[in-house]
T-cell receptor
């Protein structure tokens, strides 16, 4: 497709389990971003990848969160030992280059029971 | 870092009414400013942007002018439609020369026929 693709669209899991969220950016986009959208916290930046540079992880809320981007394309956000406060919509965005407009996927709605 | 304050709402209007959603920012220098829209069940879409002072961004009948004197970027539309019902987010880069975005709290707009 032409847009940013995220999977799964919805994920329900039990507290303590690990989850992986996937983002497939727009082809040719060198920058990829993860954000989290939750009630009471609004939209928060999590992590940013630009080309082959080391990622900007400054927004990750704890060491249970990690992300990788393989081959400069697909990215996976992993949350280990999930907690109820991790429940949120996780949004991925990509841009052609840094400082260019970001295009968002539809998000993954994560619910921790 | 830079920050943004947005009128939270919710805002309820009748079709063909005039819309204003207020957004003010605090920033070092003159970063690009953005309005994003989120329709129910979807990710964020870039609505419009302005890259320098006095620029006017426009799209789909919406307008916003980058005003450095008042550090504002208010969103306006002269005649709203039911299909404009969505959540609107004002945003700018966390660092003026950076890429990662910081968002306002969002304003829920409901337009009734």
């Amino acid at each position: 497709g032409a847009g940013v693709s995220q999977s799964p669209s919805n994920k329900v899991t039990e507290k303590g389990k690990d989850v992986e969220l996937r983002c497939d950016p727009i082809s040719g986009h060198t920058a990829l971003y993860w954000y989290r959208q939750s009630l009471g916290q609004g939209l928060e930046f999590l992590i940013y990848f630009q080309g082959n540079s080391a990622p900007d992880k400054s927004g990750l809320p704890s060491d249970r969160f990690s992300a990788e981007r393989t081959g400069g394309s697909v990215s996976t956000l992993t949350i280990q030992r999930t907690q109820q406060e991790d429940s949120a919509v996780y949004l991925c965005a990509s841009s052609f280059e840094r400082n260019q407009p970001q295009h968002f996927g539809d998000g993954t709605r994560l619910s921790i029971l | 870092g830079n920050s943004v304050t947005q009128m939270e709402g919710p805002v309820t209007l009748s079709e063909e009414a005039f819309l204003t959603i207020n957004c003010t920012y605090t920033a070092t220098g003159y970063p690009s400013l953005f309005w994003y829209v989120q329709y129910p069940g979807e990710g964020l879409q870039l609505l419009l942007k302005a890259t320098k002072a006095d620029d006017k961004g426009s799209n789909k009948g919406f307008e916003a002018t980058y005003r450095k004197e008042t550090t504002s970027f208010h969103l306006e539309k002269g005649s709203v439609q039911v299909s404009d019902s969505a959540v609107y987010f004002c945003a700018l880069p966390l660092e003026t020369s950076g890429s990662r975005l910081t968002f306002g709290e969002g304003t829920q707009l409901t337009v009734n026929p």
